[in-house]
C-alpha cells in the first residue's frame, strides 16, 4: 500500500462545479503540500500545510492530522483549473517528500 | 530571478551511453532533490543534498550519481542509461529545515532510452 493515496485518480467535471480532491497517509508527517502539475509538465506548489486551512482564490486546503487526511477545493472551477493536482508529505524528521499518484482534472466549458 | 533550471528538455540516449542532466537554481537554496516521474506513479526520490558536498540516496538511485560541488548546481549522472531509465526527471530546491518551506521545480527532461 502506498504511503499517500489520493482520489479520485480521474475527474471530469462541467465548469462552475465545487471540485473536491482527497490525500489520505499513513505515516506520521511534519507538513503536507498540494502541487499542480501543467497539462505541459511543469509542476508549480499550491499549499504547504501542517494544521487547519489554507485559502488562495478559489482554492481551499484542509489538513485533518488526527485523521491523516487532507482534501483540495476548487471552488467555480474553470477549464483553466485543468492539471494533474498532486499531494506529497514531508515525512516526520526526515528532509524527504513522499508523493501520491496524482489527480488528472479536467474542467469542461 | 530564473528559479530552477533544467538542461536539456528532451534527450534521446542509446542503451549503455552516459549523460549528465544539468540542474541549477539561483534561490540560494541548500536543499535540492531529483525525482523521476513515470506514468501511473508518484514522484519518486533519487538523490537529495541538504547543502554543497554533501548527497545522499533517495527511493531510487540505482544507476544514477550526483554530486554538489558549489550551492547552486546539482548534476544527475546516468552512468550507463538503460530503457528502464526512461522518464521524465524534476529538479526542486527549497530552503531546509522545512516542513513549512514552498517546492521550486524545474520544468523537467525527458528522456528516452532506446
Known amino acids: 500500500k502506498n504511503e499517500v493515496e489520493q482520489s479520485p485518480q480521474n475527474l471530469t467535471a462541467q465548469e462552475g462545479e465545487f471540485i473536491t480532491i482527497n490525500c489520505s497517509y499513513s505515516?506520521?508527517?511534519?507538513?503536507l503540500h498540494w502541487l499542480q502539475q501543467h497539462p505541459g509538465g511543469g509542476i508549480v506548489s499550491l499549499f504547504m500545510l501542517s494544521s487547519g486551512k489554507k485559502k488562495h482564490g478559489r482554492l481551499i486546503a484542509t489538513i485533518n492530522i488526527q485523521e491523516k487526511h487532507s482534501s483540495l477545493h476548487i471552488t467555480a472551477s474553470h477549464p483553466r483549473d485543468s492539471a494533474v493536482y498532486i499531494c506529497?508529505?514531508?515525512?516526520?524528521?526526515?528532509?524527504?517528500?513522499?508523493f501520491g499518484q496524482g489527480t488528472r482534472l479536467t474542467i469542461n466549458p | 530571478n530564473a528559479g530552477v533550471t533544467q538542461t536539456p528538455k528532451f534527450q534521446v540516449l542509446k542503451t549503455g551511453q552516459s549523460m549528465t542532466l544539468q540542474c541549477a537554481q539561483d534561490m540560494n537554496h541548500e536543499y535540492m532533490s531529483w525525482y523521476r516521474q513515470d506514468p501511473g506513479m508518484g514522484l519518486r526520490l533519487i538523490h537529495y543534498?541538504?547543502?554543497?558536498?554533501?548527497?545522499d540516496q533517495g527511493e531510487v538511485p540505482n544507476g544514477y550519481n550526483v554530486s554538489r560541488s558549489t550551492t547552486e548546481d546539482f548534476p544527475l549522472r546516468l552512468l550507463s542509461a538503460a530503457p528502464s531509465q526512461t522518464s521524465v526527471y524534476f529538479c526542486a530546491s527549497r530552503t531546509p529545515g522545512g516542513a513549512g518551506e514552498t517546492q521550486y521545480f524545474g520544468p523537467g527532461t525527458r528522456l528516452l532510452v532506446l
Open positions: 543534498s541538504v547543502g554543497a558536498g554533501i548527497t
Open positions: 506529497a508529505v514531508m515525512v516526520g524528521g526526515a528532509q524527504k517528500l513522499v
Open positions: 505515516v506520521g508527517i511534519s507538513a
